[in-house]
Protein backbone atom coordinates (compact mmCIF):
# COMPACT_ATOMS: atom_id res chain seq x y z
CA UNK A 1 0.00 0.00 0.00
CA UNK A 2 2.89 2.51 0.53
CA UNK A 3 4.40 1.53 -2.86
CA UNK A 4 1.10 2.45 -4.26
CA UNK A 5 0.59 5.15 -2.43
CA UNK A 6 4.07 6.32 -3.62
CA UNK A 7 3.55 5.64 -7.30
CA UNK A 8 0.45 7.31 -6.91
CA UNK A 9 2.13 9.92 -5.93
CA UNK A 10 4.39 9.97 -8.99
CA UNK A 11 1.74 9.97 -11.08
CA UNK A 12 1.52 6.17 -12.70
CA UNK A 13 -1.53 4.56 -13.29
CA UNK A 14 -2.96 2.11 -11.05
CA UNK A 15 -3.28 -0.66 -13.36
CA UNK A 16 0.01 -0.34 -14.71
CA UNK A 17 1.45 -0.91 -11.09
CA UNK A 18 -0.54 -4.34 -11.01
CA UNK A 19 0.35 -5.71 -14.02
CA UNK A 20 4.16 -5.16 -13.25
CA UNK A 21 3.62 -6.79 -9.46
CA UNK A 22 2.42 -9.73 -11.54
CA UNK A 23 5.18 -9.94 -14.29
CA UNK A 24 7.55 -9.79 -11.24
CA UNK A 25 5.97 -12.98 -9.38
CA UNK A 26 5.70 -14.98 -12.49
CA UNK A 27 9.49 -14.09 -13.39
CA UNK A 28 10.55 -15.32 -9.75
CA UNK A 29 8.24 -18.98 -10.09
CA UNK A 30 10.11 -19.25 -13.21
CA UNK A 31 13.85 -18.84 -11.68
CA UNK A 32 12.98 -21.40 -9.03
CA UNK A 33 11.57 -23.60 -11.15
CA UNK A 34 14.38 -23.16 -12.94
CA UNK A 35 16.35 -24.06 -10.36
CA UNK A 36 14.21 -27.21 -9.00
CA UNK A 37 14.54 -28.79 -12.77
CA UNK A 38 18.03 -29.74 -12.45
CA UNK A 39 17.21 -31.63 -9.17
CA UNK A 40 14.60 -33.24 -10.60
CA UNK A 41 16.41 -34.62 -13.28
CA UNK A 42 18.41 -35.90 -11.10
CA UNK A 43 16.79 -38.06 -9.69
CA UNK A 44 14.92 -39.43 -11.69
CA UNK A 45 17.94 -40.13 -13.24
CA UNK A 46 18.73 -41.76 -10.29
CA UNK A 47 15.31 -43.42 -10.09
CA UNK A 48 15.50 -44.89 -13.55
CA UNK A 49 19.39 -45.85 -13.09
CA UNK A 50 17.72 -48.35 -9.78
CA UNK A 51 14.97 -49.47 -11.72
CA UNK A 52 17.73 -50.83 -14.61
CA UNK A 53 19.78 -52.40 -12.16
CA UNK A 54 16.57 -54.43 -10.22
CA UNK A 55 15.24 -55.17 -14.19
CA UNK A 56 12.33 -53.20 -13.15
CA UNK A 57 9.41 -52.72 -15.74
CA UNK A 58 7.13 -49.59 -14.76
CA UNK A 59 4.20 -48.94 -16.48
CA UNK A 60 0.17 -47.17 -16.37
CA UNK A 61 -3.04 -48.27 -18.03
CA UNK A 62 -5.85 -46.74 -18.27
CA UNK A 63 -9.27 -48.21 -17.30
CA UNK A 64 -9.50 -50.46 -20.78
CA UNK A 65 -5.94 -51.41 -20.08
CA UNK A 66 -4.27 -49.02 -22.81
CA UNK A 67 -0.65 -48.48 -21.47
CA UNK A 68 -0.24 -44.63 -21.04
CA UNK A 69 3.26 -44.37 -19.61
CA UNK A 70 5.19 -46.86 -19.76
CA UNK A 71 9.54 -47.33 -18.31
CA UNK A 72 11.26 -50.37 -19.51
CA UNK A 73 14.77 -51.11 -18.08
CA UNK A 74 15.89 -52.28 -21.49
CA UNK A 75 15.35 -48.86 -23.46
CA UNK A 76 12.27 -50.38 -24.85
CA UNK A 77 9.17 -49.44 -24.73
CA UNK A 78 7.55 -52.34 -24.63
CA UNK A 79 5.92 -54.47 -21.31
CA UNK A 80 6.27 -57.91 -20.29
CA UNK A 81 3.33 -60.31 -22.22
CA UNK A 82 2.55 -63.00 -19.59
CA UNK A 83 1.88 -66.83 -20.69
CA UNK A 84 -1.08 -66.91 -18.60
CA UNK A 85 -4.40 -64.78 -18.05
CA UNK A 86 -3.80 -64.54 -13.96
CA UNK A 87 -2.15 -61.39 -14.33
CA UNK A 88 -5.12 -59.82 -16.49
CA UNK A 89 -7.45 -61.24 -14.28
CA UNK A 90 -5.52 -59.64 -11.44
CA UNK A 91 -5.72 -55.94 -13.16
CA UNK A 92 -9.52 -56.45 -13.99
CA UNK A 93 -10.18 -57.16 -10.17
CA UNK A 94 -7.81 -54.32 -9.01
CA UNK A 95 -10.03 -51.51 -11.38
CA UNK A 96 -12.83 -53.49 -10.11
CA UNK A 97 -12.32 -53.42 -6.12
CA UNK A 98 -9.72 -50.20 -5.67
CA UNK A 99 -7.34 -52.92 -3.79
CA UNK A 100 -3.64 -53.76 -4.88
CA UNK A 101 -2.55 -56.82 -5.78
CA UNK A 102 0.38 -59.74 -6.47
CA UNK A 103 0.47 -61.91 -8.89
CA UNK A 104 3.74 -63.87 -10.44
CA UNK A 105 3.93 -65.47 -13.79
CA UNK A 106 5.91 -65.99 -16.57
CA UNK A 107 6.34 -64.16 -19.89
CA UNK A 108 8.04 -64.16 -23.00
CA UNK A 109 10.65 -61.49 -23.91
CA UNK A 110 13.70 -61.53 -26.05
CA UNK A 111 15.26 -62.84 -23.60
CA UNK A 112 13.07 -66.41 -23.66
CA UNK A 113 10.90 -66.77 -21.01
CA UNK A 114 11.05 -64.96 -17.76
CA UNK A 115 9.57 -65.19 -14.51
CA UNK A 116 8.08 -62.09 -12.60
CA UNK A 117 6.55 -61.22 -10.05
CA UNK A 118 3.49 -57.78 -10.94
CA UNK A 119 2.57 -55.65 -8.22
CA UNK A 120 -0.60 -53.69 -9.23
CA UNK A 121 -1.82 -50.32 -8.10
CA UNK A 122 -4.92 -48.29 -8.79
CA UNK A 123 -4.92 -44.76 -10.12
CA UNK A 124 -7.24 -42.60 -9.27
CA UNK A 125 -8.77 -39.10 -10.94
CA UNK A 126 -9.66 -36.09 -10.21
CA UNK A 127 -12.75 -36.82 -9.58
CA UNK A 128 -11.43 -39.27 -6.84
CA UNK A 129 -12.78 -42.56 -9.31
CA UNK A 130 -10.26 -45.01 -10.42
CA UNK A 131 -8.79 -44.37 -13.57
CA UNK A 132 -6.41 -47.02 -13.97
CA UNK A 133 -3.71 -48.85 -12.81
CA UNK A 134 0.11 -48.37 -12.22
CA UNK A 135 2.27 -51.65 -12.01
CA UNK A 136 5.36 -52.62 -11.56
CA UNK A 137 7.14 -56.00 -13.01
CA UNK A 138 10.45 -57.43 -11.18
CA UNK A 139 12.17 -59.62 -13.22
CA UNK A 140 12.49 -62.76 -10.57
CA UNK A 141 14.01 -65.20 -12.14
CA UNK A 142 17.27 -65.64 -10.65
CA UNK A 143 15.68 -64.90 -7.28
CA UNK A 144 12.79 -68.13 -7.69
CA UNK A 145 16.24 -70.21 -9.24
CA UNK A 146 17.97 -69.08 -6.47
CA UNK A 147 15.45 -70.07 -3.44
CA UNK A 148 14.65 -73.57 -5.36
CA UNK A 149 18.37 -74.21 -5.45
CA UNK A 150 18.19 -73.11 -1.34
CA UNK A 151 14.98 -75.26 -1.08
CA UNK A 152 16.96 -78.37 -2.99
CA UNK A 153 19.90 -77.28 -0.44
CA UNK A 154 18.10 -77.57 2.42
CA UNK A 155 16.07 -80.83 1.55
CA UNK A 156 19.82 -82.61 0.59
CA UNK A 157 20.81 -81.15 3.70
CA UNK A 158 17.98 -82.22 6.12
CA UNK A 159 18.48 -85.90 4.65
CA UNK A 160 22.30 -85.85 5.28
CA UNK A 161 21.77 -84.71 8.59
CA UNK A 162 19.18 -87.27 9.00
CA UNK A 163 21.45 -90.29 7.79
CA UNK A 164 24.14 -88.66 9.97
CA UNK A 165 21.96 -89.08 13.68
CA UNK A 166 20.91 -92.64 12.22
CA UNK A 167 24.44 -93.83 11.83
CA UNK A 168 25.44 -92.04 14.88
CA UNK A 169 22.73 -93.39 17.25
CA UNK A 170 23.27 -97.16 15.73
CA UNK A 171 27.34 -96.36 16.28
CA UNK A 172 29.18 -96.09 19.61
CA UNK A 173 30.63 -92.96 18.40
CA UNK A 174 28.93 -89.76 20.07
CA UNK A 175 29.59 -86.50 18.83
CA UNK A 176 29.73 -83.33 20.65
CA UNK A 177 30.34 -79.55 21.21
CA UNK A 178 31.25 -77.59 24.25
CA UNK A 179 31.79 -73.77 24.87
CA UNK A 180 34.77 -72.34 26.45
CA UNK A 181 33.79 -73.11 30.31
CA UNK A 182 33.37 -76.82 29.22
CA UNK A 183 29.51 -76.56 28.77
CA UNK A 184 28.07 -78.86 27.06
CA UNK A 185 26.14 -77.33 24.16
CA UNK A 186 25.39 -80.52 21.75
CA UNK A 187 25.41 -84.13 22.03
CA UNK A 188 24.30 -86.69 19.61
CA UNK A 189 23.97 -89.64 21.48
CA UNK A 190 23.46 -90.67 25.43
CA UNK A 191 27.36 -90.80 27.34
CA UNK A 192 28.56 -90.94 30.61
CA UNK A 193 25.32 -93.24 31.70
CA UNK A 194 23.49 -89.89 31.17
CA UNK A 195 20.25 -89.39 28.81
CA UNK A 196 21.07 -86.10 26.29
CA UNK A 197 18.27 -83.83 27.96
CA UNK A 198 20.78 -84.68 31.21
CA UNK A 199 24.27 -83.59 29.59
CA UNK A 200 23.22 -80.53 27.50
CA UNK A 201 24.11 -77.14 29.51
CA UNK A 202 25.73 -78.96 31.91
CA UNK A 203 30.19 -78.73 32.56
CA UNK A 204 32.25 -81.90 33.21
CA UNK A 205 32.62 -80.69 36.35
CA UNK A 206 28.71 -81.49 37.20
CA UNK A 207 28.50 -84.75 34.81
CA UNK A 208 31.52 -86.80 35.91
CA UNK A 209 32.90 -88.32 38.75
CA UNK A 210 35.78 -86.86 40.26
CA UNK A 211 37.92 -89.34 40.31
CA UNK A 212 38.10 -89.62 36.25
CA UNK A 213 37.28 -85.74 36.12
CA UNK A 214 41.13 -84.21 35.95
CA UNK A 215 42.50 -86.43 33.16
CA UNK A 216 39.61 -85.26 31.09
CA UNK A 217 39.51 -81.56 31.18
CA UNK A 218 43.01 -81.25 31.36
CA UNK A 219 43.14 -82.77 27.82
CA UNK A 220 39.93 -80.45 26.82
CA UNK A 221 41.94 -77.35 28.09
CA UNK A 222 45.14 -77.90 26.04
CA UNK A 223 42.96 -78.15 23.34
CA UNK A 224 41.91 -74.32 24.28
CA UNK A 225 45.05 -72.99 25.07
CA UNK A 226 47.08 -74.36 22.54
CA UNK A 227 44.42 -74.81 19.76
CA UNK A 228 45.56 -78.10 18.86
CA UNK A 229 43.53 -81.35 18.97
CA UNK A 230 43.90 -83.95 21.63
CA UNK A 231 43.53 -87.14 21.38
CA UNK A 232 43.37 -89.49 25.13
CA UNK A 233 42.05 -92.85 26.34
CA UNK A 234 40.00 -92.36 29.12
CA UNK A 235 38.32 -94.66 31.80
CA UNK A 236 35.13 -93.61 33.57
CA UNK A 237 33.66 -95.14 36.69
CA UNK A 238 30.22 -94.04 37.94
CA UNK A 239 30.50 -96.53 40.71
CA UNK A 240 28.50 -98.72 38.85
CA UNK A 241 29.79 -99.90 35.68
CA UNK A 242 33.37 -98.86 33.96
CA UNK A 243 33.24 -97.89 30.79
CA UNK A 244 36.48 -97.01 27.69
CA UNK A 245 36.16 -93.61 26.22
CA UNK A 246 38.94 -92.94 22.64
CA UNK A 247 38.52 -89.30 23.29
CA UNK A 248 39.10 -86.82 20.03
CA UNK A 249 38.59 -82.86 20.86
CA UNK A 250 39.24 -80.10 18.68
CA UNK A 251 39.26 -76.43 19.26
CA UNK A 252 35.57 -74.91 17.36
CA UNK A 253 36.25 -71.26 15.70
CA UNK A 254 33.83 -68.44 14.80
CA UNK A 255 33.79 -67.34 11.12
CA UNK A 256 36.83 -64.84 12.41
CA UNK A 257 38.92 -67.76 13.30
CA UNK A 258 38.64 -67.14 17.38
CA UNK A 259 38.36 -70.23 19.86
CA UNK A 260 34.83 -70.28 21.07
CA UNK A 261 34.75 -73.74 22.36
CA UNK A 262 35.18 -77.23 21.42
CA UNK A 263 34.40 -79.94 19.57
CA UNK A 264 34.62 -84.12 20.06
CA UNK A 265 34.00 -87.32 19.31
CA UNK A 266 34.22 -90.21 22.10
CA UNK A 267 34.18 -93.68 20.70
CA UNK A 268 32.83 -95.96 23.72
CA UNK A 269 35.44 -98.82 23.44
CA UNK A 270 34.05 -100.69 26.47
CA UNK A 271 33.06 -103.72 24.46
CA UNK A 272 36.58 -104.29 22.80
CA UNK A 273 38.27 -103.67 26.55
CA UNK A 274 35.78 -106.42 27.60
CA UNK A 275 36.99 -108.39 24.80
CA UNK A 276 40.27 -108.03 25.58
CA UNK A 277 40.01 -109.03 28.87
CA UNK A 278 37.97 -111.93 27.84
CA UNK A 279 40.60 -113.01 25.40
CA UNK A 280 43.21 -112.97 27.96
CA UNK A 281 41.44 -115.24 30.28
CA UNK A 282 40.82 -117.44 27.31
CA UNK A 283 44.78 -117.58 26.78
CA UNK A 284 45.46 -118.13 30.44
CA UNK A 285 42.68 -121.01 30.50
CA UNK A 286 43.95 -122.25 27.08
CA UNK A 287 47.30 -122.57 28.51
CA UNK A 288 46.34 -124.08 31.51
CA UNK A 289 44.17 -126.62 29.91
CA UNK A 290 47.17 -127.06 27.23
CA UNK A 291 49.16 -127.57 30.35
CA UNK A 292 46.65 -130.17 31.97
CA UNK A 293 45.70 -132.12 28.04
CA UNK A 294 49.41 -133.08 27.87
CA UNK A 295 49.64 -133.72 31.42
CA UNK A 296 47.10 -136.55 30.52
CA UNK A 297 48.67 -137.57 27.37
CA UNK A 298 52.10 -138.21 29.26
CA UNK A 299 49.54 -140.15 31.60
CA UNK A 300 48.25 -142.14 28.66
CA UNK A 301 51.69 -142.80 26.91
CA UNK A 302 53.44 -143.70 30.33
CA UNK A 303 50.77 -145.94 31.43
CA UNK A 304 50.16 -147.68 28.01
CA UNK A 305 53.67 -148.53 27.38
CA UNK A 306 53.73 -149.92 31.01
CA UNK A 307 50.70 -152.38 30.13
CA UNK A 308 51.82 -153.18 26.57
CA UNK A 309 54.67 -155.88 25.20
CA UNK A 310 55.07 -154.33 22.22
CA UNK A 311 55.79 -150.90 19.79
CA UNK A 312 52.83 -151.93 17.43
CA UNK A 313 50.46 -152.46 20.73
CA UNK A 314 52.03 -149.17 21.74
CA UNK A 315 50.80 -147.58 18.97
CA UNK A 316 47.55 -148.92 18.83
CA UNK A 317 46.11 -148.45 21.80
CA UNK A 318 47.78 -144.94 22.42
CA UNK A 319 46.44 -143.84 18.89
CA UNK A 320 42.82 -145.15 19.85
CA UNK A 321 43.30 -143.24 23.39
CA UNK A 322 44.11 -139.89 21.63
CA UNK A 323 41.12 -140.12 19.58
CA UNK A 324 39.07 -140.42 22.32
CA UNK A 325 40.56 -137.60 24.20
CA UNK A 326 39.74 -136.14 21.18
CA UNK A 327 36.08 -136.80 20.42
CA UNK A 328 35.67 -135.25 24.01
CA UNK A 329 37.49 -131.82 22.71
CA UNK A 330 35.28 -132.07 19.46
CA UNK A 331 32.40 -131.82 22.19
CA UNK A 332 33.87 -128.88 24.44
CA UNK A 333 34.79 -126.95 21.17
CA UNK A 334 31.25 -126.94 19.39
CA UNK A 335 29.86 -126.24 23.04
CA UNK A 336 33.08 -123.43 23.04
CA UNK A 337 34.49 -125.02 26.59
CA UNK A 338 30.97 -124.25 28.18
CA UNK A 339 30.09 -127.82 28.89
CA UNK A 340 29.19 -131.36 27.34
CA UNK A 341 25.76 -133.15 27.21
CA UNK A 342 26.29 -136.78 29.07
CA UNK A 343 24.06 -138.39 26.28
CA UNK A 344 26.30 -136.90 23.62
CA UNK A 345 29.65 -137.92 25.24
CA UNK A 346 28.84 -141.49 25.62
CA UNK A 347 27.40 -141.50 21.71
CA UNK A 348 30.38 -139.98 20.62
CA UNK A 349 32.74 -142.39 22.66
CA UNK A 350 31.14 -145.43 21.36
CA UNK A 351 30.28 -144.66 18.17
CA UNK A 352 33.28 -146.53 16.56
CA UNK A 353 32.54 -149.24 18.00
CA UNK A 354 28.78 -149.87 17.41
CA UNK A 355 26.71 -151.19 14.24
CA UNK A 356 25.93 -148.69 12.03
CA UNK A 357 22.26 -148.37 13.24
CA UNK A 358 23.09 -148.31 16.84
CA UNK A 359 21.04 -150.48 17.67
CA UNK A 360 23.31 -152.05 20.48
CA UNK A 361 23.44 -149.10 22.49
CA UNK A 362 19.80 -148.13 24.72
CA UNK A 363 20.65 -145.00 26.52
CA UNK A 364 18.63 -143.62 29.00
CA UNK A 365 18.58 -140.48 31.55
CA UNK A 366 17.78 -137.31 31.83
CA UNK A 367 19.62 -134.35 30.44
CA UNK A 368 23.22 -133.83 32.16
CA UNK A 369 25.63 -131.08 31.05
CA UNK A 370 29.19 -132.07 31.93
CA UNK A 371 32.12 -129.65 33.51
CA UNK A 372 35.38 -129.93 30.42
CA UNK A 373 37.21 -131.68 33.03
CA UNK A 374 35.03 -133.82 33.74
CA UNK A 375 34.05 -134.52 29.86
CA UNK A 376 37.52 -135.30 29.68
CA UNK A 377 38.20 -137.78 32.28
CA UNK A 378 34.94 -139.42 31.98
CA UNK A 379 35.31 -139.73 27.74
CA UNK A 380 38.33 -141.98 28.68
CA UNK A 381 36.72 -144.21 30.89
CA UNK A 382 33.47 -144.61 28.77
CA UNK A 383 36.24 -145.28 25.86
CA UNK A 384 38.09 -148.12 28.06
CA UNK A 385 34.98 -149.72 28.92
CA UNK A 386 33.89 -149.59 25.08
CA UNK A 387 37.36 -151.19 23.79
CA UNK A 388 36.78 -153.99 26.68
CA UNK A 389 33.48 -154.64 25.47
CA UNK A 390 35.08 -154.79 21.75
CA UNK A 391 37.63 -157.20 23.08
CA UNK A 392 36.21 -159.71 25.66
CA UNK A 393 32.39 -158.70 25.86
CA UNK A 394 29.30 -157.74 24.37
CA UNK A 395 30.40 -155.83 21.82
CA UNK A 396 32.31 -159.02 20.52
CA UNK A 397 29.00 -160.29 18.86
CA UNK A 398 26.69 -159.30 17.22
CA UNK A 399 23.85 -160.36 19.58
CA UNK A 400 25.21 -158.39 22.33
CA UNK A 401 24.03 -155.79 23.70
CA UNK A 402 25.16 -152.30 26.08
CA UNK A 403 22.28 -150.02 28.15
CA UNK A 404 23.79 -147.26 29.51
CA UNK A 405 21.30 -145.34 32.25
CA UNK A 406 21.75 -142.02 34.53
CA UNK A 407 19.64 -141.10 37.71
CA UNK A 408 19.86 -137.78 39.58
CA UNK A 409 19.94 -138.16 43.10
CA UNK A 410 19.32 -134.82 45.12
CA UNK A 411 18.81 -136.83 48.12
CA UNK A 412 22.22 -138.05 49.13
CA UNK A 413 25.22 -135.81 50.10
CA UNK A 414 26.56 -134.46 48.05
CA UNK A 415 23.59 -135.00 45.64
CA UNK A 416 25.47 -137.53 42.14
CA UNK A 417 24.27 -138.31 38.88
CA UNK A 418 24.69 -142.26 39.13
CA UNK A 419 25.75 -143.75 35.58
CA UNK A 420 25.17 -147.92 35.67
CA UNK A 421 26.97 -149.35 32.41
CA UNK A 422 25.51 -152.90 31.06
CA UNK A 423 26.28 -155.39 29.04
CA UNK A 424 24.31 -157.83 28.21
CA UNK A 425 24.02 -160.59 25.44
CA UNK A 426 28.18 -161.39 25.08
CA UNK A 427 30.05 -164.33 26.04
CA UNK A 428 30.33 -165.15 29.73
CA UNK A 429 32.73 -163.44 31.54
CA UNK A 430 35.70 -164.32 33.39
CA UNK A 431 37.18 -162.15 36.07
CA UNK A 432 40.68 -160.80 34.84
CA UNK A 433 43.24 -162.27 37.12
CA UNK A 434 45.15 -158.68 37.31
CA UNK A 435 44.12 -155.38 36.64
CA UNK A 436 45.28 -153.69 33.36
CA UNK A 437 45.12 -150.37 32.47
CA UNK A 438 41.72 -149.70 31.38
CA UNK A 439 40.42 -151.13 34.67
CA UNK A 440 42.90 -148.20 36.41
CA UNK A 441 41.27 -145.48 34.30
CA UNK A 442 37.74 -146.35 35.02
CA UNK A 443 38.57 -146.96 39.10
CA UNK A 444 41.27 -145.12 40.05
CA UNK A 445 41.48 -142.24 37.30
CA UNK A 446 37.33 -141.37 37.89
CA UNK A 447 38.01 -141.67 41.88
CA UNK A 448 40.89 -139.38 42.26
CA UNK A 449 40.23 -136.72 39.10
CA UNK A 450 36.27 -136.39 39.80
CA UNK A 451 36.01 -137.79 43.29
CA UNK A 452 33.63 -140.04 41.78
CA UNK A 453 32.32 -143.06 43.25
CA UNK A 454 33.21 -146.27 41.40
CA UNK A 455 31.84 -149.94 41.62
CA UNK A 456 33.24 -151.80 38.58
CA UNK A 457 32.07 -155.49 38.31
CA UNK A 458 32.71 -158.60 36.07
CA UNK A 459 29.62 -160.50 36.25
CA UNK A 460 29.28 -163.89 34.61
CA UNK A 461 26.10 -162.18 32.41
CA UNK A 462 28.47 -159.46 31.49
CA UNK A 463 30.75 -156.30 33.07
CA UNK A 464 28.66 -153.92 35.09
CA UNK A 465 30.26 -150.21 36.09
CA UNK A 466 28.15 -148.04 38.17
CA UNK A 467 29.77 -144.44 38.11
CA UNK A 468 28.75 -141.55 41.07
CA UNK A 469 29.77 -138.12 39.29
CA UNK A 470 29.29 -135.51 42.05
CA UNK A 471 27.31 -132.40 41.35
CA UNK A 472 30.25 -130.56 41.62
CA UNK A 473 31.50 -131.51 38.22
CA UNK A 474 27.91 -130.42 36.46
CA UNK A 475 28.33 -127.57 34.39
CA UNK A 476 24.29 -126.92 34.64
CA UNK A 477 23.10 -128.83 37.61
CA UNK A 478 19.45 -126.47 37.50
CA UNK A 479 18.52 -128.42 34.39
CA UNK A 480 18.92 -131.68 35.91
CA UNK A 481 15.40 -133.28 36.19
CA UNK A 482 14.05 -134.41 39.54
Given amino acids: MAEQRRRSAAGLPRTKVAAHQTDKRQGAAAARAGEARPDLTLIEGQFESALRAARVYVYSQDKALQQTRIYSPRGVHSIPAPDSGDVLAAKRRVLK ?10 CT ?15 FGPDNEIDGIMCAAIDVTRIRALESEQQRLTAELGTALQRYETALRGSNVTVFTQDRALRYTSISNAMFGRDVKDIVGRSDDEILPADNRLAITALKLAALETGQPQDGEMRINDGATIRWYDLHVEPLRDVAGDIVGLTGAAVDLTGRKESEAHLRLLMRELTHRSKNLLAVIQAMARQTARHVGSIDGFLEQFSARLQALAR ?3 LLVQEEWHGVSLAELIRSQLAPYLDRSGSQLAMDGPAVTLRPEAAQTLGLALHELAVNAVRYGALSTPAGRISVAWIWEPQRDPPVVEILWTELGGPQVVAPVQRGFGSLVVERNLARALEAGVELTFDTEGVRCRIAIPSGQLSRPMQLET
Fill in 109 to 123: TAEGRVFFSFHIDPT
Fill in 328 to 330: SHD
Fill in 97 to 106: TGQPEDVEAF
